[in-house]
């Protein structure tokens, strides 16, 4: 594998379901990120981690829960989620989180297709 | 306030040119990213501008004048697989780089 992983590519649940979707970069990065996409609406950011610590939380709710056991690794745990939580949820990396001096281009992966009955 | 505006979609014939226009706002820049987004794949990376000017890549070239908080990509000798979402993103001065993206920009090329 190469590049950003994502699993599952769709899923499919229920309100009350509890799922989890999974990241994998294979690039050597320290940072990784989770993004929101609805149709017609801008990139959302929700999560980044740098070095598996959490640098920023951009007000999403409870009902997503992100975990980064390695810097590798990318989960976004889900629970009790709601239809207008539907959307395209995409992972990407960079080298390093960028800081004002400096620019990191973010890798992406294919993102999963999250549909909420 | 961090806005950044780009329009919704643009047609143009295989073989022309197509400029995509993009404005922002905001009180932190560090630079300006563009991305091509194929329907149901990932994002990737075409351009990065910091300095006011004209990059140039191949067909493609971004354009960015931090003044007026305008930049374009600009696609060359348009292809049918060019047909995608463009989008516009604005890295911001925070301490860890926040990306900021347009609603992006729906092209369509026609044979």
């Known amino acids: 594998e190469t590049g950003v992983t994502q699993t599952p590519r769709h899923l499919v649940m229920g309100m009350t379901n509890k799922k989890s979707l999974k990241c994998e970069q294979h690039?050597?990065?320290?940072?990784m990120y989770w993004y929101k996409q609805s149709a017609k609406k801008p990139l959302e950011l929700m999560f980044v981690?740098?070095?598996?610590?959490?640098?920023e939380n951009n007000s999403v709710p409870s009902r997503f829960s992100p975990e980064c056991p390695n810097s590798s690794h990318l989960f976004l745990h889900l629970h009790t989620l709601q239809p207008e939580d539907s959307a395209l949820y995409l992972c990407?990396?960079?080298?390093?989180?960028?800081?004002?001096?400096?620019?990191?281009?973010?890798?992406f992966g294919p993102g999963t297709r999250l549909t909420v009955l | 306030g961090q806005n950044i505006d780009q329009p919704t979609e643009m047609t143009a014939t295989e073989g022309a040119i197509v400029q995509i226009n993009c404005t922002y706002q905001?009180?932190?820049?560090?630079?300006l990213f563009w991305y091509q987004q194929h329907a149901g794949e990932a994002p990737t990376f075409l351009s990065y501008n910091v300095l006011d000017g004209l990059e140039e890549k191949g067909r493609f070239s971004s354009f960015l004048s931090r003044s007026k908080g305008y930049s374009y990509l600009l696609l060359k000798e348009l292809q049918m697989k060019d047909s995608a979402s463009y989008l516009c993103?604005?890295?911001?001065?925070?301490?860890?780089?926040?990306?900021?993206f347009g609603a992006g920009t729906q092209v369509v090329v026609t044979p």
């Open positions: 981690y740098s070095l598996e610590e959490r640098v």
């Open positions: 990407a990396s960079s080298q390093e989180v960028a800081g004002p001096s400096s620019y990191n281009e973010q890798f």
């Open positions: 993103a604005y890295m911001t001065t925070d301490s860890w780089g926040k990306l900021q």
């Open positions: 905001t009180s932190g820049f560090n630079g």
């Open positions: 690039l050597g990065h320290n940072a």
